[in-house]
C-alpha cells in the first residue's frame, strides 16, 4: 500500500473556509475510487507559527492505482483549491510506503 500525503501550511485568515473545503473536497477524492481511506490531521508544532498546517492522508490500493489518480484526476481536484487559496496556503505532496503494520489491542 502507499500512503498518498498532501501537508497544507494555510494562513490563519482562511482557516475556517479552507477547512469546510477541504471536507468536502476528501470525498471527491476517494469518490476516485483510487484510494480505501482518508485521514484529516492537524500538524502540532511547539514552535509558534503564523496559520496552521495540515496533513491528508489517502491510502491508496496500489501504486497503479496512485499513477491512475495522477493521470485522470489530480488536475482537475486541485483546480478549485488552487483557484480559491492559492495565494494564502502552500502544499507539498510526498509518497510514502507502507513496509510494515502493528496495532495494539486493548481489553
Known sequence: MIIYNVTVNLEESIHDEWLTWIKE????????????EAKLTRVLVEDKIEGFTYSIQYRAKSRDHL???????ADILRQDGLKRFSDKMLAFRTELEIVDEYSVTFN
Open 25 to 36: 473536497h476528501i470525498p471527491q477524492v476517494l469518490a476516485t475510487g483510487k484510494f480505501t
Open 67 to 73: 499513477e491512475a489518480y495522477y493521470m485522470h484526476h
